[in-house]
């Protein structure tokens, strides 16, 4: 494991090889030597820990998540929720759960739990976390990124009812890619439009559900044929052979192409425990959001929580979430409205 650091100067800019920058490149990662941090790539860089405040960056320099994400769609972006965030998250989720939702389901399934924003921090922080930023921008190829609705934090119940069973369905890829909302379903190969980005708050495991996936079909191009969902998934046989679970230690985010086929599989979480986790759609900022972002928005304004971020992290949120969708550049597809696409997404499949 290496000894990687982020540093921060007192508006939570990162500190970088030749000054700051709102987001985390291989420049901005640094190595703990005494009273000084030295940075990993300019060994000349040295700065005074009682200068910076400092946050444990991921294990590998950003650059190695960036080009494994290009090669396979996927890569598992790790260390960006420390093991008391988590544990206070959930504390909170399960609050939240207590105070608005007493009749959710208990197992074989998921929920979802609102306004994340506005009860944790801890999850705001995570998802301006500025390496993940400097991912998501440079495998969208845009500076100006926005999330397509609101962090939906998720808990995966345990499988009860349907342990042993294979249920049809649930293969996808993640919006914009749903039908119709490319001109003739007509995904362009580069640059790609959404990536998807998943926090970990639990570790994900084979046991526990992991998100079910066929590695590399971001590649195809199109939405998951409709054999694929019939007759459930048995991993390695027949059509699913090749399909992989996305596993992740807890506090990583699975990052993913928008266009990989993947599946909750409510089925697989014998753990007998929830399987938390934070789902988000990230795309350009004038890619239409797909779901009402304004309500969650003015919930997080006006609860305790950007007053415990700092600037960078409150202007991230704030674009990521809080912002109208931008007007689209001239040459870019243009995207049909959601709504008018469900139908065609429901009997899709
Ligand atoms: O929760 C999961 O395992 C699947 C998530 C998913 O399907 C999605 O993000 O689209």
Not at 17 to 24: E, L, N, T
Request: aromatic content about 10%; hydrophobic content about 40%; overall charge negative.
């Amino acid at each position: 494991m290496n000894d990687y650091w982020l540093l921060f100067d007192g508006d939570g800019m990162c500190r970088t090889i030749d000054g700051v920058a709102r987001k985390a490149d291989d420049r901005a990662i640094w190595r703990r030597d005494g009273d000084s941090f030295v940075a990993v790539l300019d060994s000349s860089k040295v700065l005074p820990a009682a200068s910076v405040t400092a946050r444990p960056a991921p294990a590998r320099p950003p650059s190695a998540y960036l080009e494994e994400l290009r090669e396979f769609g996927f890569t598992v972006l790790d260390g960006l929720l420390a093991a008391d965030a988590i544990a206070e998250l959930k504390r909170r989720a399960y609050r939240e759960l207590e105070i608005h939702q007493q009749d959710a389901i208990e197992s074989d399934g998921r929920i979802g739990i609102q306004n994340s924003l506005a009860w944790s921090a801890d999850a705001a922080r995570a998802l301006t976390n500025p390496v993940a930023v400097w991912l998501l921008e440079s495998y969208l190829a845009t500076e100006s990124i926005h999330f397509c609705h609101p962090p939906g934090v998720t808990a995966m119940r345990p499988t009860r009812e349907l342990a042993g069973t294979f249920p049809d369905e649930g293969w996808h890829s993640d919006y914009p890619y749903h039908p119709g909302v490319f001109p003739d379903d007509d995904w362009p190969e580069a640059p790609a439009y959404g990536l998807q980005f998943n926090l970990c708050v639990d570790a994900f495991t084979a046991d526990n559900a992991a998100t079910q996936y066929l590695p590399m079909s971001h590649k195809k191009r199109h939405w998951p044929p409709r054999e694929f969902n019939l007759g459930g998934t048995r991993m390695g046989e027949g059509l699913h052979r090749d399909v992989a679970q996305m596993t992740a230690p807890a506090g990583a985010a699975l990052v993913y192409d928008a266009r990989m086929w993947h599946r909750a599989c409510d089925e697989l979480n014998s753990s007998d425990e929830d399987r938390f986790a934070i789902l988000n759609a990230v795309a350009p900022n004038w890619v239409l959001a797909f779901g009402p972002k304004r309500a969650s928005a003015a919930r997080y304004l006006a609860s305790a929580t950007p007053a415990l971020l700092t600037a960078r992290e409150r202007r991230d949120i704030r674009r990521f979430v809080c912002d109208r969708t931008a007007a689209a550049p001239a040459d870019v597809p243009e995207l049909i409205r959601p709504e008018r696409t469900l139908e065609r997404f429901r009997r899709a499949g």
